[in-house]
């Protein structure tokens, strides 16, 4: 069974696709009618609906439901000023991923050395080829 969310520590989120608003309601340690509402005050927030129409939240969601819980509950914010340091922090984020991909470049040329040397051989061969055939 799920444990809930107790003072500053963060439950362990199971690994899978989606959750229900039962499985997310007991892992964040709130009530299922808290979660719709925050759906409304939360733009972000938005699980997607099944064929059935249950919620169905990813695994991002319920980290979000988690932030959004430490920062009324822990952090006393309200939820106009939650709202507003997501907001501000969603703006900020774009220019992480880039500099972490651009890390990422980085150690794979390290990893795989420069291609060049292959592709001029490779070049070399289909040159060698292409006067064979003529």
């Known amino acids: ?67 959004i819980k430490r920062l009324l509950y822990d952090k006393r914010y309200t939820i106009e000023g939650a709202r507003k340091f997501l907001d501000s922090r969603n703006r900020e984020a774009p220019a992480k991923p880039a500099a972490a991909t651009a890390k990422v470049g980085r150690k794979q040329a390290d990893l795989f050395g420069s291609p060049a040397p292959l592709l001029e051989e490779i070049r070399k061969e289909l040159t060698a080829i292409l006067q064979i055939l003529g």
């Open 1 to 67: 069974m799920l444990e809930p969310l107790v003072g500053d520590l963060r439950p362990e989120i199971p690994d899978k696709l989606y959750f229900r608003i039962g499985e997310v309601s007991r892992l964040a340690g709130i009530k299922p009618y808290v979660l719709r509402f925050w759906e409304t005050e939360f733009p972000a927030l938005g699980p997607k609906k099944s064929g059935k129409g249950h919620r169905l939240y990813r695994r991002k969601d319920v980290e979000l439901v988690l932030e």
